[in-house]
Every structure is written in C-alpha cells, then in structure tokens.
C-alpha cells in the first residue's frame, strides 16, 4: 500500500522524527541523514513532477511559521520544516519561496541554515 503524502507529513512533523533527526551537531550530518531518511525519499518520489504537491508542502511550511512561539527558544517546528526544505529545494521556484518565509522568522538553527544556503546559492540542494 502506497503511503499518502498527508501520513508522510505527519511522520516529518512527529515528535519521534524531531527526535530522529535533532541528534546531528552538524549541517552536512543533518542534510546527509534527511537524503537517508526513508520519509524524505518517499516525499521526494511522490513530488517528483507534481505543482500542486510541492504547492502543498509549502503552503504546510506557511502554516507552521504561522504557529505562535516564543523567540526566546528554538522553534518547534524546526526540523520538520527544514524537512520540507529539503525535500522542496528539488525545485528552485518552490524552494526559494519557502525560504523567504523562513528567514522572516528568528528562532530556526536547521531550516535557518537551510534557508539560507537555497536563497544564497539560488540551486537545488537535493534531487527529486
């Protein structure tokens, strides 16, 4: 049976995937262990060629910045959203929108990062 896209989402955004993957002090470990996860190559195949599931991913992104937090702590949502990030980043137009909105937030480390490297590089970081 063929996972939907919704069920992959709720897996990036669960508190055993945060768990997952914030063990990584480094950039390189993260972004290598997110081209690893099984989640993510799932999402990834299931984006590839697909305007309005990549559409839906960064409106999910849209609707996570949106959650209040406090800016004193790191946001909760940061790995899931550097998550679809990097899956997004298959897509330059995607990609750079999304990362536009990200960085209009202050409290990120990965999906700062990330961020950053997409709009500063203007390239995809990971391949559909």
């Known amino acids: ?17 945060d ?3 914030s063990v990584f002090s480094g950039f390189n470990s993260f972004l290598r ?3 690893e996860n099984s989640t993510i190559t799932q999402i990834k195949q299931l984006l590839a060629n697909s305007r309005p599931k990549y559409a839906k991913i960064v409106l999910r992104v849209i609707d996570l910045l949106a959650e209040s937090t406090d800016p004193q702590f790191a ?3 940061d790995v899931a959203i550097a ?14 929108l999304a990362a ?3 960085l209009l937030v202050s ?7 990330l961020a950053e490297t997409i709009l500063a590089n ?4 990971s391949q559909p």
């Open 1 to 17: 049976m063929d996972t939907s896209l919704h069920d992959l989402m709720d897996t990036v955004e669960s508190i055993e995937f």
């Open 19 to 21: 768990a997952q993957m």
């Open 33 to 35: 262990a997110l081209n």
């Open 75 to 77: 946001h909760p949502n």
């Open 83 to 96: 998550s679809y990030l990097y899956v997004l980043s298959s897509s330059k137009e995607f990609s750079v």
């Open 100 to 102: 536009e909105k990200v």
């Open 107 to 113: 409290n990120f480390m990965w999906a700062k990062r």
């Open 122 to 125: 203007r390239m995809v970081v």
